[in-house]
Each structure stands twice: as C-alpha cells, then as structure tokens.
C-alpha cells in the first residue's frame, strides 16, 4: 500500500519503518507489533504520513503513555510554533542541561557590519555563535544555503575579533539537512545539529539523554497551557513532576483538572 509523504512524493507503506521509529519510543516488542497492526489494519491507501503517524500515536498512547510522549518529541517540538520563538528558548535550556553559558539575542559586531545573534553557548574556552532554523512543517529539511549564511556571519565576527580565535559556528535545527549542507560544514568545520544528526548526537539524543522533552509532549498541553507554561521558563515536561496539582493551578492559572492531569502526564516521563 502506497503512503503520500509531507513532500508530496509517493512511496510504498513500509511495516519495518514504522516498527523502528516505535522501538525507538521504548516500547515493547509486543507494544510495537500490537500498535503496527492497528496502523495496518486502519491505514487507507495514499494516506498522508502524518496521519498515519496520528494513528499510531492514539494507539500508542492508549496502551503505553509513556512512549508515546517520547514517539511524539518531533511533533511535539513542532509544536513551539509556529515562530521559532519558543524553540529558541527551549534549545538555550536544553544546552544549560549540558553545562553551556548561554546568551540569547546578542549584537556581534563583525569586520563589516553587526549581526544579532540567535545563541551564544560558551563552554570553556569556545564560544559558540549559533544560528538556529525552526519549522514546524514536516517535509523541510536544511539545505547548504542556510549553511553557507551561518559561515559568512561567522567569518565577519571573527575577522572583527582576530584576538578571540575561541569563536565557533554551530547550526542547529528541528530538520534534517542535506546532503550538500552536510559536505559544506565537514569542509568549512561548521558544527551541525539536526534531527538525527549527526549520529547518537541530533537534537533527539540530546534531549533523550537527559530526559528534556518539551512540556508540549503532554497531551493536556494545548496553546494556552503552553504559552502559561513557558511564561514562567518552564520548558521541560519534567519540571511539573515535582510539583503539586495546587502548585501547577496556582502558579500557571489553569484549571484543577488540567493541572491534576500535567502532574500525572509528567510523571509518565520521570
């Protein structure tokens, strides 16, 4: 059976895929194999991924919550849209995690002209001057333009400032990058990170490490909940655990049963 991408393109419904992109939740075999036969069975020709994904996600979430919170981080990551505001945020808390010093929305001033910068992350002696690339569509992926921009900023800031040579260009995005993109940082030393990419150290494994799942993988979690939450720089589901419902209804100003279900849902995660 035939499945339409986000991209428009047509290709063959493959079984093994979507069982790896399960095991990959925590599921179990049995989980895996029970969810991919209600996908299966359900499933009508040409359908779109992301309804497909929605299929498995329900059936996920109804036996293993768990997981399927953690088979959701993609979209749940698409859902700190639809500007790359939040996602902004979420990434300087997510390398805090990993020790880095981060500055957010600083001007830069280069040889030539000044830039305003997304993130700086600095750890040690390095400075990182990140450019961040947010969507929250699927079917997009980072191409050698965006690439080549971050570079040419780069070599402006650090042609302005020959006496600190501790700058370093880091591209991060919620999509996966070309190959071409990909050849172009190897060449120029650009540091990438993007959705499973590169391997064991994308986005996904950071955040899966340590357990920093945005709070928008809760399925309590709508718009309002969000925008509530990361007012008070609460971006990880997991800060909720060790609160109280009271504490979440009087703190974020959400009602007793959407806050008695955020502190159930994140204990899910802990």
């Known amino acids: 059976m035939q499945i339409t991408k986000a991209s428009g393109k047509v290709e063959e419904f493959s079984r093994v895929k979507l069982e790896r992109s399960l095991r ?3 599921a179990t075999a ?3 194999k029970a969810v991919a036969d209600v996908v299966e069975r359900k499933m009508r020709t040409k359908m779109a991924t992301h309804r497909l994904y929605k299929l498995a996600y329900s059936e996920l979430e109804r036996i293993r919550p768990k997981a399927a919170a953690v088979y959701s981080l993609r979209e749940a990551i ?6 790359g ?3 902004e945020q979420y990434v300087g808390a997510v390398l805090k995690e990993y020790g880095y010093t981060i500055k957010r929305g600083r001007m830069v001033k280069g040889k030539c002209v000044s830039h305003e910068i997304d993130l700086m992350a600095e750890k040690g002696n390095i400075t990182f001057i990140i450019e961040l690339k947010y969507h929250n569509k699927r079917g997009i992926r980072s191409d050698v333009k965006v690439t080549m921009y971050l570079y040419a900023r780069f070599l402006d ?6 006496k600190e040579s501790s700058h370093k260009p880091w591209l991060m995005t919620n999509t996966k990058f070309t190959k071409s993109a990909i050849a172009y940082a190897e060449c120029m030393g650009v540091k990438m990170t993007g959705w ?3 391997s064991k150290e994308g986005l996904q494994d950071l955040i ?8 928008t993988v809760l399925p309590s979690v709508n718009r309002f909940v969000r925008d509530a939450l990361t007012e008070h720089s609460v971006f990880f589901a997991k800060d909720l655990s060790v609160l109280s419902s009271r504490e979440v209804q009087k ?16 204990n899910t995660l802990a």
């Open 85 to 87: 505001f939040l996602f």
């Open 30 to 32: 049995a989980e895996v």
């Open 196 to 198: 499973r990419y590169p």
């Open 208 to 215: 899966e490490k340590k357990g920093l799942y945005p709070v």
């Open 251 to 266: 703190r974020f100003g959400v009602n007793a049963d959407i806050a008695k279900k955020l502190v159930k849902e994140s």
């Open 157 to 162: 800031i650090h042609l302005g400032h020959t």
């Open 24 to 26: 990959r939740s925590g």
């Open 78 to 83: 698409m859902e700190l849209g639809p500007e």
